[in-house]
């Protein structure tokens, strides 16, 4: 690929990010269309400690998890997603900023932003990815799942948080969209 051609690529996985994640799908099972994973593609967010997680031998899918996540913030806040994005492309990645909220009952707003950074390799397949968040995060979380972070034993325990939060409202995992 041309530089050009590589800066509209990972410009196109940025939008289909947001997506995603603006049509409210990710709750659905939807994923980032334009998101290919290298084999040795890891994860990253100083939230789950200091732990990277290599994605091909996690037991959870980035699918499943974003599906699950999602679910469980909808579940309190039924708007939930981007209230705004902005993306930058650069020749082997590209870095996101999403502002994240929805109304709960009362139509209090909930809110946090997440700042995303993603590396490419030749072929413009996902190396690595990592996740940091903005300080109401945790506010965000207690209100949606009860308890926050950071999780110093790592993605686990966050994930734990989020099926106990589906399971009190009585989501039924086997049938969301989940691979």
């Given amino acids: 690929m041309t530089l050009e051609e590589r800066l509209q690529h990972h410009k196109a996985m ?16 939807a ?3 334009e ?6 593609a ?14 091909a031998k996690n037991p959870m899918s980035v699918q499943t998890s974003a599906t699950m996540e999602a679910t469980s913030y909808s579940v309190t806040l039924p708007d939930w997603k981007p209230l705004s994005f ?7 990645g590209f870095v996101m900023k ?3 909220g929805g109304h709960d009952k009362d139509g209090v707003m909930h809110d946090f932003y997440a700042y995303g950074f993603v590396k490419t390799n030749e072929k413009d397949e996902i190396t690595h990815w990592e996740t940091h968040v903005s300080p109401e995060y945790n506010d ?7 308890v ?3 999780f110093k034993h790592g993605a686990h325990e966050y994930m734990a948080a989020v099926a106990k939060r589906l399971a009190q409202a009585g989501v039924d995992l086997s049938k969301l969209n989940l691979h």
Avoid at 14 to 29: M, R
Avoid at 35 to 40: E, H, L, N, Q
Avoid at 140 to 146: A, M, S
Wanted: charged share 20%; hydrophobic share 30%; net charge negative.
């Fill in 86 to 92: 902005e993306s930058w492309a650069s020749e082997d």
């Fill in 140 to 146: 965000f979380l207690d209100f949606t799942l009860g």
């Fill in 98 to 100: 999403t502002h994240f």
């Fill in 148 to 150: 926050h972070g950071p």
């Fill in 42 to 55: 890891t994860y990253f967010s100083p939230y789950f400690g200091d732990n990277v997680i290599d994605l």
């Fill in 31 to 33: 994923t980032y269309d």
């Fill in 35 to 40: 998101w290919k994973f290298a084999p040795d």
């Fill in 14 to 29: 940025a939008e289909s990010y947001h997506s995603a994640y603006t049509k409210q799908s990710v709750k659905d099972g």
